[in-house]
């Protein structure tokens, strides 16, 4: 399920900040407890408040669910960017605690006589992006 350009931008806007990706995932809560209260009350009570009979019930109960999916699908895109913060804050918590930092440079020393110098860079783009976790 592909994620609309709305909420791409507002994950982006995000970026690395827990405090932000946090507020972002409760906001889809929010939207989704919403919206099954709205769907149960459609299914239950076709007299109700939202009234609809008929083919525009069942039209409205489709789109209801598929926004269900479609905030389920945003939900786990948040949740998966908090795994990859809260992997990359252990590891180099790992790395802080356990090397020296003449360990460190030594091993970057290694890294880059080693490695590809595609794959070095990537490394030290996403080092750069590890530092900026907020």
């Known amino acids: 399920m592909t994620l609309s350009a709305e909420f791409a931008q507002r994950l982006l806007d995000a970026g690395n900040n827990r405090h932000a990706l946090s507020a972002l995932m409760q906001s889809i809560d929010e939207d989704k407890r919403s919206l099954k209260s709205a769907l149960s009350q459609l299914s239950s009570e076709p007299d109700g408040p939202l009234v609809a009979r008929g083919r525009e019930r069942q039209v409205r109960i489709r789109r209801m669910k598929d926004k269900l999916a479609f905030l389920t ?4 895109a948040v949740r ?4 990859k913060i809260k992997m990359d804050v252990r590891a180099l918590n790992r790395a802080v605690s356990s090397k020296s930092v ?15 110098e595609d794959v070095f860079n990537d490394l030290e783009i996403r080092a750069a992006e590890i530092l900026q976790i907020e």
């Open 80 to 83: 998966e960017k908090l795994g």
């Open 102 to 116: 003449d360990f460190s440079q030594a091993f970057m020393a290694a890294a880059e006589r080693m490695l590809p």
């Open 73 to 76: 699908a945003e939900r786990e």
